[in-house]
């Protein structure tokens, strides 16, 4: 179990696996977790109430997709 902040509604790994990516949608922001140590590296700004997200296959940007 990895702690995000509220409402966690969906999830992408990165494509050398080592980072996930997980959409908060009740905070409107994306938790990073490195998934070797479990430790949340970064939580960044989605917008208004984010539902998805995609990583690009060579890893050079995230898609978030918004219910707003």
Same mark, same amino acid.
């Given at each position: 179990? =990895?702690?995000?902040a509220n409402?966690? %509604?969906?999830? *992408? =790994? #990165? %494509? +050398? /696996?080592?980072?996930?990516? @997980?959409? !908060? #949608?009740?905070? #409107?922001?994306? #938790? @990073?977790? +490195?998934?070797?140590?479990?430790?949340? =590296? !970064?939580?960044? +700004? %989605? /917008?208004? !109430?984010?539902? /998805?997200?995609?990583? *690009?296959p060579d890893g050079s940007?995230?898609?978030?997709?918004?219910?707003?």
């Amino acid at each position: 179990t =990895l702690p995000t902040a509220n409402g966690p %509604a969906g999830l *992408s =790994l #990165s %494509a +050398d /696996g080592q980072y996930l990516y @997980v959409v !908060n #949608s009740y905070a #409107s922001n994306i #938790s @990073v977790f +490195d998934l070797q140590t479990r430790e949340e =590296l !970064n939580r960044l +700004d %989605a /917008g208004n !109430n984010p539902t /998805g997200i995609r990583m *690009s296959p060579d890893g050079s940007a995230v898609y978030v997709t918004s219910r707003r």
